[in-house]
């Protein structure tokens, strides 16, 4: 078949390594790609946002499947404009991808349906806002509802910092994002993340993945997108994934599909696992990046025939085998990320560092420019082992890195510390 994967990152890169291993692929188009995409496939250039441009696209190149990766073109609806039109595609429409798109949208489910989560206000207007978080104390979260870029939590410690962190929402600091905030109870605990593939009626759990949201060592510094992450997680035992299952993954795929907005894609739930059991603390409607990293370097089964099956509905067909060896993902960023960081570093040595056969190294920020690769984003490249055990797929990692000839590199050092 011929598939279109959408996106940019190390999840996109990990996606089509996936695929192209996969005899069923005969054709993969990536838009737009990255420096280290182009052996996988066509990398074009395709304006997401035009979705016309895109149907025509598919319709020349004679597309089988679209596999959606990132929640900015889902929550705009591309799933919706493709599903019209009778293509096939890996991904939620827009309705249901407000379960990303929208933190207020999340937390009705959960209240309707009882699903564990943070004991929560939502407003659309700041005195409202503020008198909840009076009434409520410190410490307390803060959530611009909308899509903030990861960047539109404050877990406030004061009063004041709560109180300026409303204004901020409000005063536009996150944009259409922050018109309304959810202010939420803090929960103690460990974080996990889950992923399930469903169709709308099925549920598939994949292996368990967690990553390192924090900058710095030691799980310190600012938030990231993820600076790491290993498979499998240790912390969901079956109990909690079984637990997690009934709990809140399929009253949530009930919801949506009673409500007539199924959920077609993978769900990925962010989870705090507390005295109480798990509770929801947010979903996205897409891989998690860098999860899906060790999740596909993980996967023994052929991802194209899971992908498909969410599109068309029979989920139930599938069972997906895992290695049992651990997989991690050490992700280094450009000097300065997530804050402002240095562009158009040179970086040598890569394909040399991912020649053995457990180590692969997926871009993200990168570009390929007269042959050269060149660091053009915050995250740039995941270097990715699996071994073993998840001592000797560390070293192996890092071991990787050292061959890396890129002087103005930042990575952590302790990827993957929790579980070892
Ligand atoms: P979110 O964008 O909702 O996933 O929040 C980003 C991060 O903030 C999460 O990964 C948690 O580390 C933290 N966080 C969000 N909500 C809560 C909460 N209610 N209690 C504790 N930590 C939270
Ligand atoms: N790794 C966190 C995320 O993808 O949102």
Known sequence: ??????????????LAWKMAQSR????????????????????????????????????????????????????????DALEATNIKVFGPKKAAAQLEGSKGFTKNICKEHNIPTAKYGHFDNQEEAIDYVKSQGTPIVIKADGLAAGKGVVMAETMDEAITAIKDCFDGSFGA????????????????????LTDGEHCLPLATAQDHKRAF??????????????????????ELIEQTMTTIIEPTV??????GTPYKG???????????????????????????????MRLDSDIIPALEAVATG???????????NPAITVVMTAKGYPGTYQKGDHIIGVATASHPENIEIFHAGTDLIDGKTIAVGGRVLNVTTCAPTLK????????????????????RTDIAWRAL
């Not at 009930?254 to 409500?259: E, G, N, S």
């Not at 705090?272 to 860098?290: H, S, V």
């Not at 029979?314 to 049992?324: A, E, G, Q």
């Not at 000797?392 to 990575?411: F, G, R, S, T």
Request: hydrophobic fraction near 40%; include cysteine.
């Open 266 to 296: 993978v769900l990925y739930a962010g989870l705090m696992i507390t005295d109480q059991g798990p509770k929801l603390i947010e979903y996205n409607a897409r891989f998690g990046d860098p999860e899906c990293q060790v999740l596909m």
């Open 177 to 196: 994002a922050g018109a309304e905030v959810v202010i939420e109870e803090t929960l103690y605990g460990q974080e996990a993340s889950f992923f399930v």
């Open 392 to 411: 000797e797929a560390q070293e192996l990692a890092y071991d990787a890195i050292k061959q890396i000839d890129w002087p103005d590199a930042v990575y």
């Open 24 to 79: 069923k692929l005969k054709k993969l188009y990536i838009a737009p790609g990255n420096g280290g995409m182009h052996d996988l496939g066509d990398c074009i250039d395709l304006d997401v946002t035009e979705h016309e441009k895109v149907i025509d696209f598919i319709k020349l190149c004679k597309i089988d499947l679209v596999v959606i990766g990132p929640e900015a073109p889902l929550v705009a609806g591309l799933a």
């Open 314 to 324: 029979t989920l139930n067909k599938i069972k997906l085998d895992w290695n049992k």
């Open 1 to 14: 078949m011929n598939i279109l994967l959408l996106g940019s990152g190390g999840r996109e890169h990990a």
């Open 217 to 238: 060592d030691g799980d310190q510094g600012p938030n990231t997108g993820g600076m790491g992450a290993y498979s499998p997680a240790p912390v969901m035992t079956d």
């Open 254 to 259: 009930k919801a949506l599909k009673d409500q």
